[in-house]
């Protein structure tokens, strides 16, 4: 038979296959835009901004819509009442980690983030459990965060009130704490070892965040066929694991099993106790893939919003006024900021919280799968479909948040001035997959950015009405845009 022949046969019934796939299960899922063969509903989905094109469909659709990325069905819940019902009030079904390519290709299904079932929970419950103990949530961590924030404070000092690019700086601040936690040690900001870990925490901050990410997520042969940045990504995971294999061999030769040192330590401890368990999930794979997902968890996405809140203060410097006015009554200039000062400071309290919901970290969080058949509003979602939760759709809820688009910390107090709380409240996501380290994360945020404002007062480079606080891309991450910043001493 002519090759010609063959080929075209070949791609016919590809193309009839995918038909086929793609409307045997949308009779079961909710409605959505019909998507092409193949290429899905890729050209109805801005790869850049993703969360303002569920937005446009789901004006169409409803708060529950289905599109396909490729061949790959994704249940979108958008809106408060929808995420809600799903991830809280039908937690346990809503619990399963979808796997896109990418992931799957860098994580291997190890560790926390991408795990699912009983490693997860086993991996997870552990994880919390001795992050506790290490003082996640008590006195000790709060102390290292608080150590840290005089490094940082000494780091910006040097900066000598010139503009600066602050990234760098404000990467190693919380890379540190996971460090001191994982590691025991923390680094000294021009130790060669962690100026090469951040370098790579970055670009692949960046990487992920691009659109090729997207299309790799889609079409999975690009990965093994083209160039791209995605070979960056796989080569940067890959040594950064090792740098952790390393560090491991290094607390294995030195353990003791009843003075454990940090996370590593007790993690092999926990290996010791079940080496006769066949089905143990503590493994030296499962320990590399935990402590990579906590710095990629503990790293970039806090010192991001660090970053982006920066702007934000620096855009609005009667909300940085107002911020110092308070810290200058409640803490003063001659102690550390700590967690219990938080209780009495409402409007810095309301700026914590309006600078995460203002930003919008993770637009569509990172994807869940239903962990079986599930009946839910009317439609029959099958085990193991990927669901994507627009974030978005909550934290710029206008019903909720009056004028979502602006920065208000208003949106957080009442008419007393009094701190507010709202259950709209989601940048760690929802549910029984809320992100672990929240925590940690909310405690960085507010001791960094008052020990900051404590010590400095910030100016920008050029007329603050040019500032620009869109988000540079607004994929999976939304990354403020570059900016130049003068930290000058108070």
């Known amino acids: 038979m002519d090759p010609f022949v063959v080929l075209l046969l070949c791609l016919s019934f590809l193309l009839l296959f995918s038909l086929w796939g793609q409307s045997s299960g949308r009779g079961k899922l909710p409605p959505g835009p019909t998507p092409l063969p193949i290429i899905g509903n890729i050209l109805q989905i801005s790869v850049k901004d993703i969360g303002k094109s569920?937005?446009?469909?789901?004006?169409?659709?409803?708060?529950?819509?289905?599109?396909?990325?490729?061949?790959?069905?994704?249940?979108?819940?958008?809106?408060?009442?929808?995420?809600?019902?799903?991830?809280?009030?039908n937690g346990e079904e809503f619990s399963g980690r979808s796997i896109f390519p990418v992931s799957q290709r860098t994580s291997k299904d190890l560790g926390i983030i991408s795990s699912n079932g009983k490693r997860w929970k086993e991996i997870r419950r552990f994880s919390l459990t001795t992050l506790r103990n290490f003082g996640m949530g008590k006195r000790s961590i709060e102390d290292r965060v608080q150590q840290e924030a005089r490094c940082l404070v000494e780091e910006l000092r040097k900066t000598k009130a010139s503009p600066c690019d602050p990234t760098f700086i404000l990467g190693c601040a919380p890379c540190n704490v996971i460090c001191s936690v994982v590691f025991q040690n923390r680094f000294d900001y021009k130790d060669e070892n962690f100026l090469t870990l951040m370098k790579r925490f970055n670009e692949n901050f960046k990487i992920l965040s691009s659109p090729w990410i997207q299309f790799c997520n889609n079409f999975p042969l690009l990965m093994d066929y083209f160039p791209g940045p995605h070979n960056k990504l796989f080569k940067n995971v890959a040594l950064t694991k090792s740098y952790i294999w390393e560090k491991i061999k290094e607390h294995q030769a030195s353990l003791d099993v009843n003075n454990p040192r940090d996370f590593i330590d007790c993690f092999l401890i926990k290996m010791q106790q079940e080496k006769d368990n066949q089905e143990?999930?503590?493994?030296?794979?499962?320990?590399?893939?935990?402590?990579?997902?906590?710095?990629?968890?503990?790293?970039e996405t806090t010192s991001t919003t660090l970053r982006y809140g920066l702007l934000l203060l620096l855009k609005h410097p009667e909300v940085t006024a107002k911020v110092q006015e308070e810290i200058d009554h409640v803490i003063g200039r001659h102690r550390s900021p700590c967690m219990q000062d938080r209780s009495h400071m409402p409007y810095t309290d309301a700026v914590m919280h309006e600078i995460q919901r203002y930003i919008d970290l993770v637009p569509t969080s990172v994807p869940h799968a239903v962990t079986t058949d599930i009946k839910f509003r009317n439609y029959l979602i099958p085990k193991g479909t990927a669901i994507m939760t627009s974030l978005t759709s909550v934290l710029h809820s206008d019903k909720e948040f009056p004028n979502p688009k602006t920065f208000d910390p208003g949106h957080f107090l009442d008419k007393n001035g009094n701190f507010k709380k709202s259950d709209h409240f989601m940048p760690f996501s929802a549910g029984k997959r809320i992100c672990a380290g929240?925590?940690?994360?909310?405690?960085?945020?507010?001791?960094?950015?008052?020990?900051?404002?404590?010590?400095?007062?910030?100016?920008?480079?050029?007329?603050?009405?040019?500032l620009n606080t869109t988000s540079a891309s607004k994929s999976i991450v939304s990354l403020p845009p570059p900016y130049q910043i003068c930290f000058i001493p108070v």
């Open 54 to 89: 569920f937005s446009n469909l789901s004006k169409v659709y409803g708060p529950l819509f289905t599109v396909y990325f490729g061949t790959k069905p994704v249940v979108v819940l958008h809106g408060y009442e929808a995420v809600k019902e799903a991830l809280i009030d």
């Open 280 to 299: 143990s999930e503590f493994t030296t794979e499962n320990l590399v893939g935990t402590v990579a997902d906590l710095f990629v968890a503990g790293t």
């Open 438 to 466: 929240e925590g940690l994360a909310r405690m960085e945020i507010f001791l960094f950015l008052t020990t900051i404002l404590q010590n400095f007062n910030l100016k920008s480079v050029g007329d603050i009405k040019n």
